[in-house]
Structures are given as C-alpha cells and as structure tokens.
C-alpha cells in the first residue's frame, strides 16, 4: 500500500480491494486490518455493487481478480 499520508484519500472499500488484491484470501487480508471474513467480504461485495463489475473470480475457496479487477488494480 502507499505510504501513511496517502491513506486518507484511499476509501475503506478501495483499501480491502486493494489488500485483497495483494493476498487472494479474504481472511488474510481482514486479519492485516483486524477485521472478521465476513464483513470484509461484504466491503468487497458492496465495491463491486457500487461500481457495477464483479472484481474478483470466486471458485471454491479460491478468489483472484478477474479482467475488470486487474483493470482496476
């Protein structure tokens, strides 16, 4: 991520992407922000709602971005 002064100009959603991006677990990248799975997956699920493109490919316990995520990333 970049350093501490931009943190203010990244939304928290953009962020947990961001961190999901880097570690393609969503329990992972919730433990380095001290959050639970689930309401970081929802923070996923709502940036993908928000901005109408599905970022990530789900298949069994396995999550990577897809095209539109790459293109985001």
Same mark, same amino acid.
């Given at each position: 991520?970049?350093?501490r002064g931009?943190d203010?100009?990244?939304?928290k959603?953009?962020?947990n992407?961001?961190?999901?991006?880097?570690t393609?677990n #969503? *329990?992972r990248?919730? $433990?380095k /922000?001290h959050m %639970?799975?689930?309401?970081?997956?929802?923070? #996923? *699920?709502a940036?993908? $709602?928000? /901005?109408?493109? %599905?970022?990530?490919?789900?298949?069994?316990?396995?999550i990577s971005?897809n095209?539109?995520g790459?293109?985001l990333y």
């Amino acid at each position: 991520m970049r350093g501490r002064g931009m943190d203010i100009f990244i939304s928290k959603k953009m962020r947990n992407f961001i961190l999901l991006a880097q570690t393609n677990n #969503i *329990a992972r990248a919730a $433990e380095k /922000i001290h959050m %639970t799975a689930s309401p970081f997956g929802k923070s #996923i *699920a709502a940036l993908e $709602e928000q /901005i109408g493109y %599905t970022l990530f490919t789900r298949k069994d316990n396995n999550i990577s971005l897809n095209k539109a995520g790459q293109e985001l990333y």
